[in-house]
Nanobody
Framework: VQLVESGGGLVQAGESLRLSCAAS????????MGWFRQAPGKEREFVAS????????YYVDSVRSRFTISRDNDKNTVALQMNSLKSEDTAVYYC?????????????????WGQGTLVTVSS
């Protein structure tokens, strides 16, 4: 599977943004998917994950009430809806695929990564 993210940009604090990740390949529906982010000068961190059929999701505490991960296995896409954005959400956001049915929070569990999309939140 190959991944391409889109939807990043510059927004004001409190606004919303929707990231999308398009996957190629017929096996997309078998993969758990995750979103990670990396802020300048910081390590890459887990943001959210969704299992292979969309029935289970998990979020890092800092985004749990603001972000929503979803997937459409017919369209081979996964999305991250981000609401009430804060300046600390500024980062490059990466889409990742795990051959496990349930991905997990560790980046090492994901074999395939997109190129990333930049989200900048101004305060």
């Amino acid at each position: 599977v190959q991944l391409v993210e889109s939807g990043g940009g510059l927004v004001q604090a409190g606004e919303s943004l929707r990231l999308s990740c398009a996957a190629s390949g017929r096996t997309f529906r078998r993969y758990a998917m995750g979103w990670f982010r990396q802020a300048p000068g910081k390590e890459r961190e887990f943001v959210a994950s969704i299992n292979y059929n969309g029935g289970s999701t998990y979020y890092v505490d800092s985004v749990r009430s603001r972000f929503t991960i979803s997937r459409d296995n017919d369209k081979n896409t996964v999305a991250l809806q981000m609401n009430s954005l804060k300046s600390e959400d500024t980062a490059v956001y990466y889409c990742a695929a795990s051959s496990r049915s349930y991905g997990g929070t560790s980046s090492g569990l994901y074999e395939t990564w997109g190129q990333g999309t930049l989200v900048t939140v101004s305060s």
